[in-house]
């Protein structure tokens, strides 16, 4: 038996990094996913999972893409239990100062529209359904949801929010639907940029990144599945709503003359 057997998922961010790791990992611990994405990528997780995966290619940032993913799991398998919102764009860490303030409005409305707009938009379409299924929902957060310098203005205030998310939804939906989150910290995975700052998608992970972190290695993609998938395990997190899970590699507890306490300082 898997972690979630028979649970239906719809999950948001889907055709790429986490999202796909995590979509994998789900249908081997027996879930059905809905896998949502604005890439048609998301189609090649049908291909190799089967059945169990809906791939559907539509804009979470829109009330109508959210309606579309929700309906796909409704009409397929007839019910919702957990909804993943998991899409993301990054600013590149651009700093304020270098954005055009005649640009501010539009690159802030994106980042926010797909960042946290989207979920909110998701836990909307999925609503009913996880009441009724007395479900969870997990969004993705960041080493930015708590911290500065995870990103620039826009995205690390987005991320802030999110965390602001998880626990005002976790306060409304008690009892009857838990929320949680997940904050990752680098990722090997590409990102897509604020096309309003002229941005396209980038690795996530710098040259040099490795020996900044205290664990002094980026973590695979798929060392977050685990966390995800108790978050989603009826039983295995029934003790958490309003929790946001850090998954940083010590980056919280860098310290200022070196990473970590045995990492050796190297010579000048």
């Not at 957060?141 to 802030?160: E, M, R």
């Amino acid at each position: 038996m898997g972690a979630l057997d028979g649970q239906i998922v719809v999950l948001t961010g889907a055709a790429a990094g986490i999202g796909r790791s995590v979509v994998a990992r789900y249908v081997s611990e027996g879930a059905s996913v809905v896998a949502v994405d604005i890439s048609d990528r998301v189609h090649d997780l049908a291909d190799t999972l089967g059945p169990a995966v809906v791939p559907v290619v539509t804009d979470v940032a829109t009330w109508e893409g959210n309606q579309i993913a929700a309906d796909a799991a409704l009409e397929r398998w007839g019910r919702i239990d957990v909804f993943v919102g998991n899409a993301g764009i990054t600013d590149s860490a651009r700093p304020l100062e270098d954005i055009p303030g005649n640009v501010l409005p539009t690159a802030f409305n994106e980042l926010f529209g797909v960042n946290v707009l989207a979920p909110l938009l998701g836990v909307r379409a999925c609503l009913d359904a996880l009441i009724a299924s007395r479900g969870n929902i997990i969004l993705t957060g960041s080493f930015a949801s708590t911290n500065a310098a995870g990103g620039g203005p826009l995205y690390t205030a987005s991320k802030h929010a999110v965390h602001g998310l998880i626990r005002q939804l976790a306060y409304e939906l008690a009892p009857d639907v838990r929320v949680n989150g997940v904050a990752p910290g680098v990722a090997p995975t590409r990102l897509r940029g604020t096309s309003a700052l002229g941005q396209e998608s980038a690795n996530s992970v710098l040259e040099g990144t490795d020996t900044a972190l205290p664990l002094q290695a980026v973590a695979p993609t798929d060392a977050y599945d685990s966390i995800f998938t108790t978050l989603a395990s009826r039983h295995d997190s029934a003790a958490m709503t309003g929790t946001l899970v850090t998954a940083d590699s010590g980056l919280a507890v860098r310290g200022i003359a070196r990473p970590g306490g045995r990492v050796p300082v190297r010579p000048r």
